[in-house]
């Protein structure tokens, strides 16, 4: 295999690194200090010819344009917005993701999460381990998730497990995506406030774009309502996150289940006292199984470039 460059942004999978490591020659940036980053860039911009990223450490336009000799972008998730797509195409560079193997494990966690915050599973779990079912007795009713209305906003790989799942559990579909789809028992709603305003478990399944960017905002949140739960698996700014906070506080949103936050691993403290919140540290695609088959398609991805075969899951 001749020696592909790779720089790995920063250290997202073990067997991902070692596998790097056995079959290119591998940078880590995190070798370096923030402070030195662009002078390290620099020294091994001749030799670095392919980026490995993730969804918090992409490709952005600052390092792309460090790397002249970058061919390809690999990226160790399915959301590109981390990568500047636009530069990436300007400069002919190739980019990847890992779209379908980790379809699964998401949309468990999208159905996981609703069924906590509905259940009140995590407030339930810190009522037990506080003594408090002996000492207080039974903890008050919770409300049902079985046959409640699911509003996905993207109906795509991971939008459409979920709502399968959530069929499964007696809930009626409808969606909010670009286009229209052929699920006739699914109801297409015309804009996300729309959705909002017809459904009462609201999940964000959409990729980040500038047109994404907190497309949950004050008057969804509002639409949605005080026995409404909002559901992100999606990325944190999805979310306009200081409404959100102020909707649960204020008792304007019944609930909500985040497993991504805008600016991660910060989470806001006013949302820990909450019972009506499930917070988990973007997580979604996050088990042993997914995450071999995610550093798998990363390294076909790779191989695939060095002997000029057809990428496996190109996007550029
Ligand atoms: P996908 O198959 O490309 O589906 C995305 C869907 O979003 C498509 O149905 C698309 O509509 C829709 N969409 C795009 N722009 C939209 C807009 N402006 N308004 C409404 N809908 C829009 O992607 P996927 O594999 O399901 O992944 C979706 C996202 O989940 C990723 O981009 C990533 O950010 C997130 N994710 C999170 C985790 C986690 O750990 N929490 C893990 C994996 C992925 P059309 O079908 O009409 O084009």
Known sequence: MESLGVLLTVPMNTYLEEELDRRFKLFRLWETTPERRAEYLKANSGA?????????????????????????VASFSVGLDKVDLDKCRERGIRVTNTPDVLTEDVADLAIGLAIAVLRRIPAADRYVRGGNWLKKGDIKLSTRFSGKTVGIIGLGRIGLAIARRAE????????????????????????????????????????????TRHIVNREVIDTLGPKGVLINIGRGPHVDEPELVSALLEGRLGGAGLDVFEKEPYVPEQLFELENVALVPHIGSGTWETRKDMADLVLGNLEAHVMKKPLLTPVV
């Open 168 to 211: 499964a559990f007696g809930c009626p579909i409808c969606y909010y995506s670009r286009s229209k789809k052929s699920y006739p028992n699914y109801k297409c709603c015309s804009s996300v406030l729309d959705l909002a305003a017809n459904c009462d478990v609201l999940v964000v399944a959409c990729p980040l774009t500038e047109e």
């Open 48 to 72: 670095i010819r392919a980026v490995v990223g993730n969804a918090h450490i992409g490709a952005d336009a600052s390092m792309i344009e460090a790397l002249p000799a970058l061919e390809i």
